[in-house]
């Protein structure tokens, strides 16, 4: 398979995760007298731009059409949205009337945060979510964003001041359409903030659960700046912040609009630095994966044959690449705990374990609860300590930590 963005025939193996289904294609009951379909996993990276990427696409449709997640029901992500508008509104003199873009708009989480300032608004998302958008008055096109999408906006609403993607260009399969629609919305100089997981965070912290099918790519920063070389774009500003485990947010505008910060040559160093060009880096992560595998297998085996119960925490997407990958099944994990009225009562892909009301956690008391949510974990374990829950914690990665 060609690369993403350089096109070249030049992608190494990193990891293989095997074959499994779609991370978000919880089963229903009916479902599983079925057999699943399942696709190649493999991590890969491009010896020619660096890009880290899997080597194998699903068709979009099987993906995101019933896509099961809400950003209100994730806290931390909320908090992170409000700040994010706050500070665009400020930087980038947002105007009331002025037009805002969000792209994988899902329910309308970070659209709704401009309403105080008077913004102009507008969704696209192609989720089931962007009813509930729609229920809550977010403007949103309930479609996959393209070029045709970007000038069908521009004709009815003129161009955007700020475009922002959070956590979607890992995802688009049409990566050239997308970019190219997204420089057609912008405004001369309009600014595209893109939010995805940061590689480096991935690699460091051991995250091999990030990887699945709906992240085509595992973005850093010199790969990005060769895609936003490419349709004209260049990014002049870059942080790394704390979503999904870790992320890298950049802002991108069109080529010579915009000053270049330091920011985007101190992530640059970083990454030289960390050999992710050339170094070490990613066989060292496939290394520790496959022994962090081992060691979850065996802690886990070990508590079952001594008659503990253990169930997980969270039914989250990663949750199913770690579940598939360690090949731990219902005979293992009984249940897996979850808030989402979306997924209770359904089966995890692949391993098809039950997604069951939290309440039973504080009933059953069971010995150990996988926490599959880790990334969420500072915030879900004083809760549900709180709550009542006695037994303990087993965090999977980057070390089987048992509290
Ligand atoms: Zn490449």
């Known amino acids: ?29 009916e ?19 660096g890009l880290a990427q899997l080597n194998y696409a699903v068709d979009p449709e099987k993906l995101f059409r019933d896509y099961v997640y809400n950003t209100a029901t994730n806290n931390a992500l909320k908090v992170n949205f409000k700040t994010l508008v706050g500070s665009l509104v400020g930087r980038f003199n947002l105007k009331k009337g002025d037009l805002a873009v969000d792209v994988g708009s899902n329910d309308g989480t970070l659209l709704s945060y401009y309403m105080p300032f008077g913004v102009k608004v507008l969704g696209v998302d192609p989720s089931s979510a962007a009813k509930l958008a729609l229920a809550n008055n977010i403007p949103t096109i309930n ?12 004709k009815e609403n003129g161009r955007a001041k700020v475009v922002t993607a959070t956590n979607v260009l890992a995802h688009v399969i049409g990566l050239d359409d997308f970019m190219a629609g997204i420089y057609e919305l912008l405004d001369a100089e309009g600014v595209f903030v893109s939010e995805s997981g940061y590689v480096l965070d991935l690699v460091e912290k051991l995250q091999y659960d990030s990887i699945y099918h709906e992240h085509l790519r595992y973005y850093a920063l010199r790969p990005l700046n060769i895609l936003f070389d490419k349709f004209g774009m260049e990014i002049f500003d870059a942080e790394r912040i704390p979503s999904h485990g870790g992320s890298i947010r950049v802002y991108a505008a069109k080529k010579g609009s915009r000053e270049i910060g330091q920011g985007v040559k101190g992530l640059l160093d970083l990454e030289e630095r960390f050999g992710l060009y050339g170094g070490r880096a990613y066989a060292d992560f496939a290394a520790r994966v496959r022994q962090n595998k081992l060691d979850l297998q065996k ?7 001594a008659g503990k119960k253990i169930v997980g925490i969270g039914a989250p997407a990663k949750g199913n690449t770690l579940l598939n990958f360690c090949r731990l099944g219902p005979d293992i994990i009984d249940y897996l705990v979850e808030k989402s ?10 391993m098809r ?8 956690l504080f009933a059953e008391q069971p010995e150990y609860a996988l926490m599959l949510s880790w990334n969420l974990a500072d915030e879900l374990i004083p809760k549900i300590r709180r709550n009542g829950y006695k037994g303990k914690f087993i965090i999977p990665t ?3 930590i048992i509290k």
């Open 143 to 154: 479609d996959f964003f393209s070029l045709e999408v970007a000038k069908r906006v521009v």
């Open 299 to 305: 802690f886990i085996l070990e508590q079952k044959s």
């Open 341 to 350: 009225e979306l997924k209770i009562g359904l089966f995890s892909p692949g």
């Open 398 to 400: 980057p070390k089987v």
């Open 1 to 29: 398979m060609a690369c993403y963005i350089c096109g070249k025939e030049n992608l190494v193996s990193v990891l293989d995760l095997g074959q499994q289904p779609p991370s978000d294609a919880f089963l229903r009951r």
């Open 353 to 360: 374990i039950p997604v069951v009301e939290e309440a039973r």
């Open 31 to 49: 479902d599983l007298s079925r057999p699943e379909v399942v696709y190649p996993l493999e991590f890969c990276v491009c010896q020619s731009c």
